[in-house]
């Protein structure tokens, strides 16, 4: 749990201070590959506890990694590992996801 913590925490910190205080309504997350959703949402509403985010409603996303297939060059997003979606070939990180 302590990686999603920390990134979680990060992600308060920023938009806490963005927020100025004011009430947020809604926020949308992104988790990057291998970040466990629950431990994320878990971490979520320890950090936000006692903040503006507090009552804010989360959508949580997917982050995928940028491929490119070895093969055909396709470039697309995957899971890490993912087969290339046109050829089946393998592909290589172009660019990694962020992790939140």
């Known amino acids: 749990m302590v990686h999603e913590w920390d990134l979680v925490e990060q992600a308060v910190k920023t938009l806490s201070t963005l927020a100025e205080g004011k009430p947020v309504r809604e926020v949308e997350i992104a988790l990057g590959p291998g970040a466990d959703r629950v431990r994320a949402i878990e971490a979520w509403r320890a950090l936000t506890a006692t903040t503006s985010l507090a009552g804010a409603h989360v959508t949580w996303e997917e982050a995928a990694d940028l491929f490119r297939c070895e093969q055909c060059s396709l470039e697309y997003t995957a899971e890490t590992g993912g087969a290339c979606p046109y050829c089946g070939g ?11």
Do not use: C
């Open 90 to 100: 393998d592909g290589v990180v172009v660019e990694p996801a962020s992790p939140i």
